[in-house]
């Protein structure tokens, strides 16, 4: 039964790892089974909030205007988490954000981790829901700050135990419920944006006297196709 590992959490501006970005990174380092130390860092998204994610985490947009750099941010997370194994809530979906910082800037990333949700699901197939919100309430968990990084980490840590507790035993297929994997997630190579969208983005953004603070050269054509459809739908077109 592993009892060294990283507990860790991220709020995002949105759920494709791809497009959105990390507001906030929590984790907590556990030691043969003791919380030995915690860590919280705000990201700079470079990027306005939307309401749902204010309204969602409590971070809002003046909150991170002059937090941490995402790859300064990732790296003190690593500096944290050093090669330990990670804990998480719907893991993989913190780690596709991590991952893609990593290979957006060609840094090493490759973990084992375990998911309190595919423990969940297989030792309470039962339950209505398996959201960490509603684990948190089935065992009667309080996480004060729920949406927020660190204390959603600490609570997923709190499941961690719960589930150890009622659930565990010496037989094989407890060892393969609660075993760490290796992670798997593969980032697809992004194309730059085109010079078409390059040149309407910049009209755009002049028309209507639009201050970005994304560099419209480095973005991604994704990026650049979503940012246009942002401006639109709230400016509209160049008349």
């Given at each position: 039964?592993?009892?060294?590992?990283?507990?860790?959490?991220?709020?995002?501006?949105?759920?494709?790892p791809?497009?959105?970005?990390?507001i906030?990174i929590?984790?907590?380092k556990?030691?043969?089974?003791k919380?030995?130390?915690?860590?919280?860092i705000l990201v700079?998204?470079?990027?306005?909030?939307?309401?749902?994610?204010?309204?969602?985490?409590?971070?809002?947009?003046?909150?991170?205007?002059?937090?941490?750099?995402?790859?300064e941010?990732?790296?003190?997370f690593?500096?944290?988490?050093?090669?330990?194994?990670l804990?998480?809530?719907?893991?993989i979906?913190?780690?596709?954000?991590l991952k893609?910082?990593?290979?957006?800037?060609k840094?090493?990333?490759?973990?084992?981790?375990i998911?309190?949700?595919?423990i969940?699901?297989?030792?309470?197939?039962?339950i209505?829901?398996h959201?960490?919100?509603?684990?948190?309430?089935?065992?009667q968990?309080v996480?004060?700050?729920?949406?927020?990084?660190?204390?959603?980490?600490?609570?997923?840590?709190?499941?961690?135990?719960?589930?150890k507790?009622?659930?565990?035993?010496?037989?094989?297929?407890?060892?393969?419920?609660?075993?760490?994997?290796?992670?798997?997630y593969?980032?697809?190579?992004?194309?730059p944006?085109t010079?078409?969208?390059m040149?309407?983005?910049?009209?755009?953004?002049?028309?209507h006297h639009i201050?970005?603070?994304e560099?419209?050269?480095?973005?991604t054509?994704?990026?650049?196709?979503?940012?246009i459809?942002q401006?639109?739908?709230?400016?509209?077109?160049?008349?």
């Amino acid at each position: 039964m592993i009892d060294t590992f990283i507990a860790v959490d991220i709020e995002t501006t949105g759920l494709d790892p791809r497009l959105d970005k990390i507001i906030e990174i929590g984790a907590v380092k556990v030691v043969k089974g003791k919380i030995i130390e915690s860590f919280d860092i705000l990201v700079n998204p470079k990027r306005e909030l939307s309401q749902f994610i204010t309204r969602l985490t409590g971070i809002t947009d003046s909150m991170l205007i002059e937090a941490t750099e995402e790859e300064e941010a990732f790296q003190k997370f690593l500096a944290f988490a050093e090669e330990e194994v990670l804990l998480g809530h719907h893991l993989i979906f913190d780690y596709s954000f991590l991952k893609c910082i990593a290979a957006k800037r060609k840094i090493p990333f490759e973990r084992k981790g375990i998911d309190t949700l595919k423990i969940a699901k297989v030792c309470l197939p039962q339950i209505e829901k398996h959201s960490l919100e509603y684990l948190c309430s089935y065992y009667q968990i309080v996480n004060h700050h729920a949406h927020r990084a660190c204390e959603d980490a600490m609570a997923t840590i709190s499941l961690y135990w719960q589930l150890k507790e009622q659930f565990w035993n010496d037989s094989l297929q407890m060892e393969q419920v609660f075993s760490a994997e290796q992670m798997m997630y593969r980032v697809k190579k992004e194309s730059p944006i085109t010079a078409a969208q390059m040149r309407y983005l910049k009209a755009l953004v002049q028309y209507h006297h639009i201050n970005l603070e994304e560099e419209i050269c480095q973005m991604t054509k994704q990026t650049a196709s979503r940012k246009i459809d942002q401006i639109l739908s709230v400016y509209g077109k160049i008349r």
